[in-house]
């Protein structure tokens, strides 16, 4: 006859077994190497850095496309800013590794939320709560806060005074990482990512070339009288 504690016990460890198979199995990990990002209890750190580094790699790689002098605070306030007004063009941007890191991402406890017309991102998750606590740019943490907080947080809300600030992001991973989660990976739901050819994508024109430099060398017959 089975007694009360060992029901209990083979019920406990068949939902450690369940919780077991929900945990992230991602393992393509091609920034383990690079310095932390953040360090929250009960976060997986190690996939929020993957995400993070794959993100900056993904805004620095498109926009010296156009402007190889481009430093990465420079990709950040480009990017901030076509976010906030919806111009981001976030399939010429995104890379393979990003759909691989974004499907792990999409795993992740409470990190999302499906049914909000603001941002899919759950503004009441573990990871945000982190970030909340950890903005080191004083103006925007109260910023931060006090909209998390009633309820009226939103990408263009904040992204107004983030836009003048967005030379924090080199050395405040927290807001960073916030960045990453709420103006790139949560909008990517909106994106049909099965259309995309990663083999095919087109590079931005290059802007240091002069007209007739451009035409010589796509034209066969530049320069030739015929």
């Known amino acids: 006859m089975k007694t009360p504690f060992f029901k209990l016990l083979v019920i406990t460890l068949t939902i450690a077994l ?11 990990y091609k ?10 209890e009960g976060v997986n750190s190690k996939l929020y850095k993957e995400a993070l580094y794959t993100f900056e790699d993904d805004i620095l790689n498109y926009y010296k496309k156009a402007k190889p002098n481009t430093s990465l605070v420079q990709s950040y306030s480009q990017l901030i800013r076509n976010a ?4 981001i063009k976030l399939e010429e941007i995104i890379s393979a ?15 999302w939320d499906a049914n909000s017309s603001t941002s899919h991102l759950n503004y009441n998750s573990i990871v945000i709560d982190c970030i909340s606590k950890n903005i080191q740019d ?7 806060n ?12 904040f992204g107004a005074p983030l836009m003048s600030k967005f030379t924090r992001t080199s050395n405040d991973k927290y807001l960073a990482t916030y960045i990453a989660l709420d103006l790139y990976y ?15 994508k087109e590079p931005l024109a290059d802007f240091d070339v ?17």
């Open 18 to 28: 369940l919780s077991c198979k929900k945990e992230n199995t991602f393992t393509d």
């Open 210 to 226: 002069t007209l007739p430099e451009a035409e010589a060398k796509t034209d066969p017959h530049a320069g030739h009288n015929h």
């Open 31 to 40: 920034y383990a190497d690079k310095p932390a990002t953040i360090n929250c």
């Open 84 to 87: 906030v007004y919806g111009r």
């Open 138 to 144: 004083k103006s925007l943490n109260t910023t931060f």
């Open 146 to 157: 006090a909209l998390v907080s009633t309820n009226s947080m939103s990408p263009k809300l």
């Open 186 to 200: 949560a909008k990517l739901f909106d994106v049909d990512l099965s259309k995309i050819n990663f083999d095919k």
């Open 97 to 111: 590794h990003t759909v691989a890191v974004f499907e792990a991402l999409k795993k992740e406890d409470r990190l």
